[in-house]
């Protein structure tokens, strides 16, 4: 992970549902995307797991996060790898943003945006997880 920035402006209404395979219990895991961008007429960033719901939930409770969800963007290089994270909301203390980031980025896997040639390229993805439905499939 190259930077880990805040976002300081609302992202896009989330509107789609997508679910992924979530770690080595195979748990079904929703998560709700806002927007996966690529560059025109090519394949978006594709999440292939995501398995943080322990970590995240653990991060939020310490930092004493009251919200029922989090949102966030994440950019995605051409290998897959997470390169920047930004929350859609912001918090009166800045470690907050980027712990909430860390954990995000570490727990997400990702196959990497393709042109129409089918080579890998940058591209990003956004999305929300609730924290009520991560509690429940604790």
């Not at 806002?34 to 970590?55: K, N, Q």
Request: with cysteine.
């Amino acid at each position: 992970m190259n930077r880990i920035t805040l976002m300081t402006g609302l992202a896009a209404v989330l509107a789609f549902a997508s679910s992924a395979n979530a770690g080595e219990e195979g748990k079904s895991v929703q998560v709700e995307e806002a927007e996966v961008a690529a560059p025109t007429g090519a394949a978006p960033v594709r999440l292939v797991s995501w398995d943080g719901d322990f970590e995240l939930l653990k991060t939020s409770r310490r930092l004493r996060i009251w919200r029922s969800h989090v949102a966030y963007r994440m950019s995605v290089d051409a290998q897959g790898n997470v390169t920047d994270c930004e929350l859609t909301e912001t918090f009166r203390r800045a470690y907050i943003s980027q712990r909430l980031c860390a954990v995000l980025s570490e727990h997400h896997t990702f196959a990497p945006a393709q042109d129409d040639d089918g080579t890998p390229v940058a591209g990003s993805y956004s999305a929300q997880l609730s924290y009520q439905e991560m509690r429940e499939r604790m």
